[in-house]
């Protein structure tokens, strides 16, 4: 009886041994695993709190690359604009400067002819004139006054023609030139040198470089 007691004392105890282990176990698995999950946790907060700052630091790192090239971009977009409108203002530049010098030039061109027509007409006039003269100086019967009052008007208006750029042929004694002399007949003549004017039949005029009516001029023949 008192084996089969001690058998049973025994027993009990290795039981609440075996249960102490058992617990002492289970808890020793739940603080681990309590342990791994915090670690677990704090892993997983690390990498949460990493993970967005270096997204962020990548992300703005490629927005500032982003900008550089669209500045560049848009810096030789400008470059490019400005270079073409430079061109274009020069070449609107070119071209009023064209057309001042082409509608300056119509203008000048325009005045000429007109002036140069005007003193075409106005030569007859002058050569009438200056045949009255002549003809007051040779008649006797003709006053004075009126003989000086017309050689005064004879010079008034051959003043204003030379202030216009008009002035009086050369002739008798020059060589003959075909682009101011208008030659009528060669004659012979012993005083004169051949391919030389001999004599003026009528003046010519020329306004500035252009003959606005060539010298009608005898030729000694050569």
Request: charge should be negative.
């Amino acid at each position: 009886m008192a084996g089969k007691k001690r058998k049973e004392q025994r027993k009990e105890q290795w039981e609440e041994k075996t249960e102490e282990q058992e617990e002492q176990t289970a808890e020793d698995i739940l603080e681990e695993g309590e342990n791994k999950k915090d670690k677990r946790e704090k892993e997983a907060e690390n990498v949460v709190q990493a993970e967005p700052a270096e997204i962020l630091e990548e992300k703005a790192d490629d927005i500032e690359a982003q900008s550089e090239v669209d500045l560049d971009r848009e810096e030789k977009n400008w470059e490019q604009e400005k270079e073409e409108l430079f061109d274009q203002i020069k070449r609107k530049q070119a071209e009023m400067d064209n057309l001042r010098r082409i509608n300056k030039k119509e203008q000048a061109e325009a005045r000429e002819y007109a002036l140069y027509d005007f003193l075409c007409k106005l030569l007859p006039v002058l050569d009438s004139l200056e045949r009255a003269v002549e003809s007051a100086r040779a008649d006797e019967d003709v006053p004075d006054a009126h003989v000086d009052g017309l050689e005064m008007i004879y010079k008034l208006l051959f003043q204003i023609l030379d202030q216009e750029g008009v002035s009086v042929i050369e002739a008798t004694g020059t060589p003959f030139d075909p682009h101011c002399h208008h030659a009528v007949m060669e004659v012979d003549s012993e005083e004169d040198e051949p391919g030389h004017v001999v004599e003026e039949l009528q003046k010519g005029y020329r306004h500035r470089e252009r003959i606005l009516r060539p010298a009608m001029v005898k030729v000694c023949r050569e």
